[in-house]
């Protein structure tokens, strides 16, 4: 059916439905592959995927879902839906059931061996999930299988309904409905169709348009390698059981296996087709059945009028779903590197530039300061060894509801510490910053947030205060207080640690030795600005 929606914009109370609808939308795309994918184009071979993973379901069970729920769903009668399906067909009908048929009890019964990635998308699109344990693809007529236990419970409940994708003729009739009259209208030079063979449904409705539309396309389905497994499509040997007339819809069937399935697919990702694992698996047939008739010399016999052989595969769903799988069936060596990997893991909890104080700020906040200006007080702090300790013990005292985590080293903590402070020694005055050097995160983080989940004795007088971390140049304190925050302490760091004092102090004693007052005047103008922006009104 023509569609009359030039502009691709579905309005009203119905757009969802429109969305979905294959006739009131453009036909989904046909794209050529590029050359670099096509070791035959110099053969006069063209190969175009047809991408079914463009419907709004995301994937070629959208088609039979459309198809199934029109003819089965009683209304005012259905209260729910049960299907046995591995994931695609039970997910699109989850979509089109609540668009269409205002049904939202869809209830999904699979093998036991899915993916925890999948079982997960299933939960996301609002699916009930039943698992099932034996065969991952049981026979239809298996009674210990959930195929058949499906169907009994629908026989059994007059509000519950099973469209049953593996002997409902609807199913390979959506593609007589859809799928084959899309691809004839988009390419009529078409010589061959191909697609992988699960049910079977989609070659058994592709097979018996094109004989019927255009009896000189080549009808080419894939199964499965022997005792290999590609999500979605079947060894040959389990399609003997399948009661669709899928045996006079092909011309010849090619097996592929789950490495060639997973890595056609790669390639085609990285190119811009955007496709799963079976589509590569389609793919992958189409091209050893080129191979097999360019080695005998009969490739020209499927050629069209023009002298090219024009070749459609199907493109049947998403690659996301199957990440983890790519990795274990290809490998490490068909993926690029994780540059600073050892960070993966750690350092999980967010920053704020906020927690991260200036030394203007630390003091009021965190200490009752005598009656001398914040600035003489930073100005005091010269050389932050043990000599200057007394004074500004005598200038500054510990607020009572605050608490200060001090990251150095014993040493230098003892040569000079912030009044009150407790030393936790995790950093180190000779390591890189966290953040400049992988190792040094990689090997902090982890102990900060083990030392903070479980706090011993010694860290019972910070609960319930407002804390201060400090460390050497303020990274380390600023990772400590990214884990601390995680873990519900109020905390904040010092930006550039005890060595920015120390940069701020050496500034103002060359000041002091030219007889200005001018870094004086500076920090008398800073703290004073920062306190007033930190102090509630």
Known sequence: MPYNNPLNVYKGPNSVQAYFDPDTGPPLPLVEIPQRLNPYRQDGVRIYAKMMTMHPANNVKAMPALNLLEKSVIPGETKTIIEYSSGSTVISMSLISRVFHGISDVRAFLSNKTSLTKLRLMQFFGLDITLFGGPSQ????????????????????????????????????????WTGPQILRQLPEINLVCAG?????????LGTFFKQAKPSVFRLGVCTAPGDRVPGPRSFALLAPV???????????????????????LDLCREGIVCGPSSGFTLGGLLNYIEKKKAIGTLSDLAAEDGEVHCVFLCCDLPYQYINEYFDKLGTEYFPSIKNEEL???????????????????????FDVKPVPVYEILLSILKLDSTNQKGLENMVALKQDVAIIDLRQPNDFAKFNLPGSIN???????????????????????????????PDQSLLSI???????????????????????????????????????????????????????????KLRMIATREVELTTPS
């Open 424 to 454: 936790l020694p995790f950093a180190n005055s000779t390591d890189a910053s966290p953040f400049s050097d992988p190792a040094v995160l990689a090997s902090l983080w982890p102990k900060l947030d083990a030392r903070f989940s479980s």
């Open 138 to 177: 049981p026979e239809p007529t298996d009674r210990r299988g959930g195929i058949r236990v499906a169907e009994k419970l629908a026989e059994e409940v007059d509000s519950v309904t099973n469209p049953n994708q593996y002997n409902n003729d609807d199913n390979w009739k959506s593609h007589i409905r």
């Open 197 to 205: 063979m699960g049910t079977s449904g989609t070659m058994t409705g």
């Open 344 to 366: 993966a893991g750690v350092d999980l909890y967010r920053y704020d530039e906020a927690w991260e104080k200036d030394a203007t700020v630390v003091f009021p906040l965190f």
């Open 243 to 265: 009661e669709f007339p899928w045996k006079s819809s092909v011309d010849h069937i090619e097996e592929v296996g789950s490495h060639d399935s997973f890595s056609l697919s």
């Open 463 to 521: 609960q319930g205060k407002r804390i201060l971390v400090l460390c050497y140049d303020g990274d380390s304190s600023r990772v400590a207080t990214s884990v601390l925050r995680a873990k519900g302490y109020e905390a904040d760091s010092l930006r550039g640690g005890f060595r920015a004092l120390g940069n701020l102090n050496a500034d103002a004693f060359q000041e002091e030795r030219k007889g200005s007052t001018g870094q004086e005047d």
